[in-house]
């Protein structure tokens, strides 16, 4: 799997989140993960949670830490297994980077968001495409813009840039220790 962190602001609308995305914005070919910081205004049209369309949610932030993940040959099942993988790996590196011990210790998981009490950090999706599966993820940088309470890295003291190459990084060694794991087995009979 390829990360590449892009370094320009792009505001987030949810149709980022297609196939092949990453490989004609960002020539990264194959299994890839970006991110990037921007705003996030996703409308219903591009919305892909039946849950959220039902609720009528609205899904915004002025400011926001993006991750796009595309991995082909997989299901939507593993699409969404790599997704909570990817928010329990979020989770760990923000509670060895944050000086906000108190806050960061008390992070947990619920599906696929992180929670600091009743207040939420993170937005998430996963989806299929014919083509490949694709995951969203998102931390909140500032909470400002949110229909909902909110906790942010400001307020973990975390460098939205640092925490996202780190994140990327960690999240694409895992994925690659666990492409090695299902290479090293002999069957059973």
Request: charged share 25%; proline share 2%.
């Amino acid at each position: 799997m390829e990360f590449k962190y892009i370094g320009t602001e792009l505001a987030y609308d949810g149709s980022q989140l297609r196939s092949l995305y990453a490989y004609m914005n960002h020539k990264l070919l194959g299994d890839s993960l970006i991110a990037w910081v921007g705003s996030c205004n996703i409308s219903k049209e591009e919305m892909v949670d039946g849950e959220d369309l039902i609720a009528e949610q609205e899904i915004r932030g002025d400011l926001m830490l993006h991750f796009i993940a595309e991995i082909f040959d997989r299901d939507l099942f593993s699409g969404v297994c790599l997704q909570r993988l990817f928010a329990d790996i979020c989770m760990s590196t923000l509670k060895e980077l944050s000086p906000e011990k108190e806050v960061a210790h008390q992070l947990s998981r619920a599906g696929d968001d992180i929670y600091f009490q009743d207040r939420k950090l993170s937005i998430s999706v996963a989806t299929r495409s014919p083509l490949s599966t694709l995951f969203h993820f998102a931390v909140n940088i500032v909470n400002e813009g949110t229909p909902v309470k909110t906790l942010c890295l400001n307020e973990l003291k975390v460098d939205a840039r640092d925490f996202g190459q780190q994140l990327g990084s960690k999240f694409c060694m895992e994925y690659q220790h666990i492409l090695t794991a299902t290479k090293k087995v002999r069957w059973v009979k």
